[in-house]
């Protein structure tokens, strides 16, 4: 099976701009989580969605949101980006839920200026 | 509530020796238990996991990690490194409790040299 692709896989964008960053999981996976990974704080979560419904929230604000579509495929929205948005931003795909194992994508390293 | 803690940011071992990446956790009920290695540049990828069973856990690469529930410990390990084992490694825990969070929490992770 192919594993869990993002895209892009690096972005620059300025202070104020919004991004949008997509994620395909393996095929037959329905949970798909999203994680921002920075030096200073680590791997944190910021959403995970099972069945094109949000399942659990992370502690970010509303200018980062998500959906899922019917083919488990997941985006996620960053809106009025901040410098401190810079980070990389990981997809994780399970079967069903993470009590499984998460198999991550490469990533999308964001830069914003 | 659910956490849990890397004490060491980084673990250097010289190649042929055995190495210890440290975990310990906390959660209410039983655990799952995972270990994951990234590669820079890279995301994340699956090491092993506990779940239920034997305490001794094989996973790929020939490392292991061994479940101790008295020390809330899940340390990774292997019996001789290799250079190729250099990478940041995170143990991550989830309350096997039905209710509690499906997201697992993730260690600050562990830099892992290997000098040769």
């Known amino acids: 099976k192919a594993g869990v692709t993002q895209t892009p896989r690096y972005l620059i964008k300025t202070r104020g701009q919004q991004v949008t960053l997509s994620c395909s999981p393996i095929?037959?996976?329905?949970?798909v989580s999203w994680y921002q990974q920075t030096p200073g704080q680590g791997l944190q979560f910021l959403f995970e969605y099972f069945s094109e419904t949000q399942r659990n929230k992370g502690n970010f604000p509303g200018r980062f949101s998500g959906r899922q579509f019917s083919n488990s495929r997941s985006e996620m929205n960053v809106s009025t980006l901040e410098l401190g948005d810079s980070a990389l931003y990981l997809c994780?795909?399970?079967?069903?839920?993470?009590?499984?194992?998460?198999?991550f994508g490469p990533g999308t390293r964001l830069l914003v200026l | 509530a659910q956490s849990v803690a890397q004490p060491e940011d980084q673990v250097n071992v010289a190649e042929g020796n055995p190495l210890t990446v440290k975990c310990t956790y906390s959660v209410s009920g039983n655990p799952y238990l995972f270990w994951y290695v990234q590669y820079p540049n890279r995301g994340l990828q699956f090491l092993l996991k506990?779940?239920?069973?034997?305490?001794l856990v094989k996973g790929s690469y020939g490392f292991e990690a061994e479940f101790n529930k008295s020390q809330t410990s899940f340390h990774l390990k292997k019996p001789s490194a290799l250079v190729s084992d250099s990478a940041l490694y995170f143990c991550?825990?989830?309350?096997?409790?039905?209710?509690?969070?499906?997201?697992?929490?993730f260690g600050r992770g562990t830099s892992l040299i290997v000098h040769p």
């Open positions: 095929s037959g996976h329905r949970s």
């Open positions: 991550a825990v989830r309350d096997k409790r039905s209710g509690g969070s499906y997201i697992p929490t």
């Open positions: 994780a795909s399970s079967p069903r839920d993470s009590q499984e194992t998460q198999y």
């Open positions: 506990y779940i239920t069973g034997d305490n």
